[in-house]
């Protein structure tokens, strides 16, 4: 567990993205417990696969024995078929992945302040990139 910790993690907006495919990102404002606040990019395949990741290392907030135990969020559902790069998409998942963040943080400590938890709202090279004037995030 590190020192720090997300106080709080809000869904923005969502943005188009070309590079390197055409996609679609959430742009989350975090405020960390030291009162910093950072501005991460996150597309919904790293939601799902954080999501997968948090089922493996907490099978029993989960819910995986006992369903009705589970107190992990839930996170909206992947297209199986259809095209998952479209607005609506991004739209329709806006308000749910917010409230998945929020609950997410609001778990115990010992998921909230996990690794996988830390790892994923910590802005990443791509993040600080954006966030650059000159970046091209819309070509």
Same mark, same amino acid.
């Given at each position: 567990?590190?020192? +720090?910790?997300v106080?709080?993690a809000?869904?923005?907006e969502? /943005? ?5 495919t055409?996609?679609?990102v959430?742009?989350i404002n975090?405020t960390w417990s030291?009162?910093?606040?950072i501005v991460i !990019?996150?597309?919904?395949?790293r !939601?799902?696969?954080?999501?997968? +990741?948090l089922f493996?290392? !907490? ?14 969020? !839930?996170?909206?559902?992947?297209i199986i078929?259809? +095209?998952?790069?479209? +607005?609506d998409v991004a739209?329709k998942r806006k308000e749910?992945i917010n409230e998945?963040? /929020? ?6 400590a010992?998921?909230? /302040?996990?690794?996988l938890v ?7 090279n791509?993040?600080?990139a ?7 995030q819309y070509v």
């Amino acid at each position: 567990m590190s020192s +720090r910790s997300v106080k709080n993690a809000v869904v923005v907006e969502y /943005q188009k993205r070309r590079k390197p495919t055409k996609h679609y990102v959430y742009v989350i404002n975090v405020t960390w417990s030291d009162n910093s606040v950072i501005v991460i !990019f996150r597309r919904y395949s790293r !939601f799902f696969d954080l999501q997968t +990741r948090l089922f493996e290392e !907490f099978p029993d907030e989960g819910g995986v024995k006992d369903p009705s135990l589970r107190s992990l969020p !839930f996170l909206p559902g992947k297209i199986i078929f259809g +095209r998952s790069n479209i +607005r609506d998409v991004a739209e329709k998942r806006k308000e749910p992945i917010n409230e998945y963040c /929020q609950s997410l943080i609001k778990l115990p400590a010992k998921i909230s /302040q996990s690794d996988l938890v830390f790892d994923f709202f910590e802005p990443t090279n791509e993040d600080i990139a954006s966030m650059e004037p000159d970046a091209e995030q819309y070509v």
